[in-house]
Structure formats: C-alpha cells, structure tokens
C-alpha cells in the first residue's frame, strides 16, 4: 500500500514541480533562452508526428520540411490574398496536410524502404516549387510577411504569450499521439510495422491503416507549419531546404526510435545542437573566421551524432534517460 502511495506522491510532485518551471520560466528567461524554447516546442510538434509516421506505423518519409512548407504557405497566402484570420487558416492549413498525405501516401501502398522514402522526397519538391512560384508570380522576393494573431481584440507579439500557446500546442500534440498509439488504431500500426504480411493475416486492413498514417501526421505537420508561419511572421522558401527534412530524421533517431518521449528529447536535442556548436567555435582562438564555417560544422555535426547513436546508442537519449532513471531506482532501494 505505501509504495504505491509513495510513487504516486512523487508523480504528483514531480508534475507540480515542472508545471511551476513552466510558469516562472517565462518570466525570468532571456529573450534567447525564450526563444528557443519556443523552438523546441514547435519543432516538437514535427517530431512527434515523424516519430508516429516512422517509428510507430513504420512508414518513411523525407517530405516532412515539405509539409511544414505547406501549413506555412496555406497561412502566408490566406493572410495576404483574403486577410484571413487565424482560427480559419490554422483549420485549413491542417486540412492541406491531411490532402497531401493521402495522395503521397498513395505509393506506400506499393512502395516500401528506399523506394518509399524517394518518393515522399517528391512532396517536398512540389510544395517548394508551388511555394516559390508565388512568391515570384507576386514579387515577394523577402517572403510573406505575416501579421500575427489576434486573441480577443489583442495581437500576440509577446514571446511569453507564445511560450505558452506553443508550450500549450506541444503538449495537446503529445497527449492526443499517446491516447491514439493506445486506441486500436495504435495497436494496427505497431502490428503493421512489425510484420504487414501478418497484420494482414490478422485481418489488418492495411491500405486503410498507411494511409491513416499519413494523414493524420501530415496534417499535424502542416499544423506545426502554420503555428511557425506565425511565430516567425514570414515564410519563405529558404526556410523549408531539405536540410529540414533530415534534421527531423535526425531527431527521431538520436531521440529514439518508437518513442514519444524520445521524438522530445531528439527535438530539444537538436534545436540546441546548433547553438551549442556556434557557442563553442566562438570560444576558439580562431573565432573571427569561425562564423563562416558555423554552417558546414553543424552539417557534419548532425552527421556524426547520427552515426555514434546508431552504432553505440541504438536506443537514443530516451534509452540513456531510462538508464538513468533505473540505476536512480535501485539506488534508492534499501
């Protein structure tokens, strides 16, 4: 009766204490620190939606900068052409991922690895492509400039407020995944990437169950796309490189494979990766001519950690984490 007791006690504690670090957080960051935070969080919501798409239905897809291209574009273009505001485009951006992910989720049912993976590549292409067509149709060679949201009569500029509304996002993101991997529709998934020749026997419809899969991810996706459209206020193509697209795959990996917890820690991990980078080349004693190579250095950064997870930490962060936790438990054993 106690231990049960005790470790629900710490639950509770542990929930009270990070909800209290969510709160004052805002209050006493930097502009930086609250900046990429909000970072984290919307970059979160792309990888939780990869981490289902890949690591729970295992269906690859290297379009994912693709679709946040297109929730970005579907808000900028609204905004700018019908003065649309935001509780209509935020509706119509996810329904434009969900479009796209049926109909480039129609190859998965015929194509599968490499062949897969090349051809949600497509998507990518297509979205930059229709995205940089309007910008020169429309002599917007900047960009689309965004106006930010409006919430009762008052325009959202604060980075608090986004901290909280992308904070907010990523957590509804999260808890929706985690009650859906649960439901049947989790279960079909999991059956469908262990073996699909089995799920079938099962009685698995599994056209039906890929599709779902790219749908529903997608327009999660486009979702992150927009939140992005208008924190950042503007879109552009140059936002959208294929880089994205493997920076994504790297979060899911280095987080760990089949996790949502893991799609978290792969997406904090990666965010911070960067500045973390450009932090320590500025510490150099060749700093004034580090600026230059920042770019190239990250490229082989996220190449290396690939490799070092994938080979001596299959499990990603999340397995490190468990790790942890475990030892911490039975340290706290008598």
Known sequence: MNAPYSSRRRKWLSWSLLMLVAIVFPFVATPLLLDLSCQVFLTAIGALSLMVLTGYAGQISLGHAGLLAAGAFTVGILSKELMAPFWITLPVAVVVGAILGFIFGLPSLRLRGAYLAISTLALHFVVIYGGSEYETKR?????????????????????????????????????????????????????????????EALGINIARYKLLAFVITSAVTAFAGALFAYYRGFVSVEAFSLYLSIQYV?????????????????????????????????????????????????????????????????????????????????????
């Open 139 to 199: 002599g917007l060679s900047s960009g689309i400039i965004v106006d930010p949201p409006t919430m009762f009569g008052v325009s959202v500029y604060d980075g608090r407020a986004w901290f909280f509304i992308l904070l907010f996002c990523s957590l509804l993101t999260y808890l929706a995944f985690a009650n859906l991997l649960a439901a049947r529709t989790g279960r079909a998934w999991g059956a469908l990437q262990t073996n699909a020749a089995v799920a």
């Open 250 to 334: 790297a979060m899911i990996i280095v987080g760990g494979m089949g996790s949502l917890l893991g799609a978290l820690l792969g997406a904090l991990f990666v965010t911070i990766l960067p500045y973390v980078i450009e932090a320590s080349l500025l510490l150099l004693p060749f700093s004034e001519n580090s600026a230059g190579a920042t770019f190239a250095v990250n490229y082989a950064a996220f190449g290396i950690v690939m490799i070092l997870f994938l080979v001596f930490e299959p499990n990603g962060v999340v397995g490190i984490w468990r790790r942890l936790v475990a030892a911490y438990r039975r340290a706290r054993q008598p």
